[in-house]
Every structure is written in C-alpha cells, then in structure tokens.
C-alpha cells in the first residue's frame, strides 16, 4: 500500500493522474500481540467440542492446527 500510494502522489506531482485512489484504501490492522498458540490439552478440548456440536468444520480445524495454515489459507482449500 505504502508503495503504490507513493507512486500515485508521484503521478499527481507530474499531473498524470488527478487523484491518488490508494487514500481510500484503509492502512492494514498491525496486532499488537502474537497470534495465541494452543496447548494439547486445550486443542483435545477444541476437538471434542467440534466434533459433537460442529462436526464439518473437524477437517478445517485439524488441519489449521496440525499443519499450521492460516485461517484465510484454510478457507481457501477445497
């Protein structure tokens, strides 16, 4: 974001362009802490739980736990 939105105000100093359309794009949330990290008794816990009130999202979880995709990488697999 930081790059294209100086090469748009670069474009509008030159006139190429009237305006910078990256500034309506909001700056990315940073988190402040690291992601948390399950303990095995915690992850038995989750397992559990999915498995008697949610059991299609078992495959999605196990694999986001085990393997260490992200959720967006998750929601994208088929």
Known sequence: RRVVF???QEGMRR???ESNPVAEIDKPKVMDQPPGILQPVE??????????H???LLPWLVIGGFCGLRP???DRLD
């Open 43 to 52: 992850m038995v816990t989750l397992i559990t739980l999915v498995m008697k």
């Open 6 to 8: 100086g090469l748009f």
């Open 72 to 74: 967006a990488e998750l």
């Open 15 to 17: 006139k190429y362009c």
């Open 54 to 56: 949610e059991p299609e």
